[in-house]
């Protein structure tokens, strides 16, 4: 016999009410995008009139300058809606990814330490996993760049390259960089702080956003608490887009890795 509807797990329940408001999301996007090529053409016949209207009526400009105003109005509130529905869609990869992550995950194998991370963040996150499949030179294993006049090297790196339209305008997707390194066995909290500061230097010239830095241990040992509560909770600022964590990834001899802190869906 099946129990009340009030019985429902209420994690469960959250997780269809996103899933159903996440699938209408592409016609969601059409329907924006149709609507704002709709005023964009509005506003094009409106400034015509409006050039028209400036060799004769006095009425027509003023209501040919107030159209434009409320065109413009409506395609920045446009413009606030599809930034808003693309967060929700994020944070909805993102939830689901945490609903089927494991909590410690197994390591996968590899010939390095740094091959075995590749297929490790391939795995737990489908984004870098699209990238990889399409294209395999965006990994490489031991990237060498300057950053401070200084040449530096790191071990792993995976890039996405802004689009275009990101380097010319401004506009668009920003690409993504994931870096990592060997971390010694006891990081301190300024290991942490030099790393993240050479990450973001370096991924700029890789071109794209640091979105994820990564020190590698290959031993488990004890970590200071103030190095925990550097990763934790002191992310590195990052130019334009989201602070970053930098995480300490640990082998463990059982054969799981050990995240601080977990990351997860991000890029």
Do not use: C
Request: aromatic share 6%.
């Amino acid at each position: 016999m099946a129990g009340p509807a009030a019985s429902e797990d209420p994690i469960t329940g959250l997780f269809d009410l996103t899933d159903r408001v996440a699938e209408a999301g592409p016609k969601i996007r059409r329907l924006l995008l149709a609507t704002a090529a709709v005023i964009a053409v509005f506003l094009a016949i409106l400034v015509y009139l409006l050039f028209e209207a400036l060799r004769g009526s006095l009425l027509l400009v003023v209501l040919a300058l107030a159209g434009v105003a409320l065109g413009g109005v409506a395609l920045t509130l446009l413009s606030e809606s599809e930034r808003f529905y693309a967060g929700f869609a994020e944070r909805h990869r993102r939830l689901r990814l945490l609903q089927f992550a494991e909590p410690s995950p197994r390591i996968p194998k590899g010939p390095t330490p740094m091959r075995r991370l590749a297929r490790h963040l391939a795995r737990s996150n489908p984004r870098v996993a699209e990238l990889l499949a399409a294209h395999p030179e965006a990994l490489r294993i031991r990237t060498r760049r300057t950053a401070d006049d200084d040449e530096v090297e790191f071990a792993l790196s995976i890039v996405a390259p802004a689009g275009r339209a990101r380097r010319w305008l401004g506009l668009g997707d920003p690409g993504f960089v994931i870096l990592a390194q060997v971390g010694p066995e006891a990081p301190t909290p300024e290991d942490l702080d030099r790393f993240g500061r050479t990450a973001v230097g370096v991924a700029r010239k890789l071109g794209g956003r640091l979105r994820r830095a990564i020190l590698l241990r290959l031993r488990s040992g004890p970590m200071d608490d103030a190095v925990y509560e550097r990763a934790v909770r002191h992310p590195v600022e990052v130019p334009g887009g989201p602070a970053v964590p930098i995480e300490v990834i640990t082998e463990l001899d059982d054969g799981t890795y050990d995240l601080v802190p977990h990351v997860i869906g991000v890029p």
